[in-house]
Nanobody, 124 residues
């Protein structure tokens, strides 16, 4: 089973930026879509962004469109999430996940491998 390790979280002021990375342990990484999800305290895990196996197609939650950008480098087995114009409501643990599909589905049930998460805290 592929292992996913996120990094890049931290504390940032509102309107600031962060770049999250997620490194996969296997080259089969490039066969599947990848997604980012987040979970705030007391809330359900929610979809943030996803990218197809090739990187040619992306999908974003309405709440992050225009502010976050997902990308991937299959040569490095890594997927990224650039977070710009951060808001306090973006505070959450961010998880990357590997899909069972090649297309960027925005639904948790299609993702079967998850990282341990990285905390993003946005202060006002």
């Amino acid at each position: 089973q592929v292992q996913l390790v996120e990094s890049g979280g931290g504390l940032v002021q509102a309107r600031g930026s962060l770049r999250l990375s997620c490194a996969a342990s296997e080259r089969t990484f490039s066969n599947y879509a990848m997604g980012w999800f987040r979970q705030a305290p007391g809330k359900e895990r929610e979809f943030v962004a996803a990218i197809s196996w090739s990187g040619g197609s992306t999908n974003y939650a309405d709440s992050v469109k225009g502010r976050f950008t997902i990308s991937r480098d299959n040569a490095k087995n890594t997927v990224y999430l650039q977070l710009n114009s951060l808001k306090p409501e973006d505070t959450a643990v961010y998880y990357c996940a590997q899909s069972r599909l090649g297309s960027p589905a925005p639904v948790v049930k299609w993702y079967n491998n998850w990282g341990q998460g990285t905390q993003v805290t946005v202060s006002s």
